[in-house]
């Protein structure tokens, strides 16, 4: 099964800029990103189907959250600008068999652990 680790969190300034990467061990075909803070259930944040033609975004994040991938490289990135502290949370990387994109957790069945980003006031 296809392993998946995210890098690229930390500590920033409200209006600042983190850029999230996930890495892959293979193949993978839709991916996505969601976040959980503190004490809230697991929400969407962004996705993007296997050949990045289509996107979505959580409508909290639209405007300031950019996802992309490039398939070679087995790779996919979440920029994030002008960041809030609202924005605080375990961010985690998601992939599904499905080609398309979908807003909802149950249709990922590959998560990686997590990494934590932090938006300081």
């Known amino acids: 099964q296809v392993q998946l680790v995210e890098s690229g969190g930390g500590l920033v300034q409200a209006g600042g800029s983190l850029r999230l990467t996930c890495a892959a061990s293979?193949?993978?075909?839709?991916m996505g990103w969601f976040r959980q803070a503190p004490g809230k259930e697991r929400e969407f944040v962004s996705a993007?189907?296997?050949?990045?033609?289509?996107?979505d975004y959580a409508s909290s994040v639209k405007g300031r959250f950019t996802i992309s991938r490039n398939n070679d490289k087995n790779m996919m990135w979440l920029q994030m600008n002008s960041l809030k502290p609202e924005d605080t949370a375990v961010y985690y990387c998601?992939?599904?068999?499905?080609?398309?994109?979908?807003?909802?957790?149950?249709?990922?069945?590959?998560w990686g652990q997590g990494t934590q980003v932090i938006v300081s006031s």
């Open positions: 998601a992939a599904r068999g499905n080609p398309n994109i979908s807003t909802r957790r149950v249709d990922y069945d590959t």
């Open positions: 293979g193949v993978t075909v839709g």
């Open positions: 993007i189907s296997w050949i990045g033609t289509t996107k």
